[in-house]
């Protein structure tokens, strides 16, 4: 049996077991207690004096003393440390003017996973509408994917049981990777994925109020935005991306087509109108320029154009574009 490490003031299932029956029977062998090295460790049963194969117990009220003393001690001393760092910090307060008032900093940078997370559940405490994501593929992986993973579902669990409501925008690489369906179907709430081929960076928009972007190329660090401005811009560019993007999870979501026009479709027909090129259309909706052709390829059927001058006035005929505008 492998032993869980815990603190000292902690008995695990194993060691009250063998304390107990070292209680009843007066003694224990040393090689029953390998299982639980605790028993030793915190002091429970120490070796006979005439016989170092057997181990004898220390008696309840004894032991408890004694670790609820180093409990106290421990508190002391977290005690004695606070108190070091207000006589510390108390001398800079008075330069406090300088600086922003707390929290309202419009741009700051994040060092650091831990850090990083620590930000985000403080935003996603206060949020209390809607949270935009775009997610691509991070290639986390291992135990700090699992630790981001076990992060993420919890704050977004939270969020979602007062009433909040989640969208989020996936790589279209990840529609067939099991764990994210997995994670969608375990949430419970207002939680609707959809899929791009092609995303911008990884983003975070928590009640319109706050976002946060990767600083560097492995994600460890981060920068918060409060900046209105860009704050806005941020939710203009998932709201562009969503119009377009291809519900993953269609139990939870079903976008009508409008006289036979794909909501994919409405968003190219929309650029076409405005005399954009198909490389221009490509870029602008994160596909590729043969992606693009196709859907124009497919639109100008659906209509029954011959000529892209013509599918320009059969667009503005169709209604099309005054459907798509009422969706977004």
Known sequence: ???????????CATGADLYEQALRKGYITTPDAVDAPCLIDSGLVHPALDDPGRLEPV??????????????????????????????????????????????????LLSGTRRINQAIDEAMAEARHEVLCIQPHTGIVGERGKVAHTTAYRRDQEFLDRGGRNRAIYQASLRHVPTVYTYVEV??????????????????VIDRKVAFIPANGDGTVALEVRQEAVVKFFVTTFEVL???????????????????????????????????????????LGMNIRTARDHIAKLAATLGSESRAQLGYLIGRSGILAQEGREG
Request: charged share 25%; proline share 6%; aromatic share 2%.
């Open 187 to 204: 949430l419970k709430g207002d939680t609707v994925g959809r899929s791009l081929d092609r995303v911008t960076d990884r983003l975070i």
């Open 1 to 11: 049996m492998t032993h869980t490490e815990h603190d000292l003031e902690s008995l």
């Open 242 to 284: 969503w119009d377009v993007a291809t519900p993953m999870f269609p139990k939870q979501e079903r976008r009508p087509t409008v006289n036979g026009i794909t909501p994919r479709q409405q968003a190219i027909a929309a650029l076409l109108v405005e005399g954009h090129t198909d490389a221009v259309i490509a870029d602008r």
């Open 59 to 108: 008696a309840p009220v004894v032991a408890l003393h004694r670790l609820l003393r180093g409990a106290q001690e421990r508190i002391a001393e977290e005690r004695r440390r606070e108190h070091q760092l207000v006589e510390q910090f108390a001398p800079l307060m008075h330069a406090d003017s300088l600086l922003p008032a707390a929290g309202t900093a419009s741009l700051q």
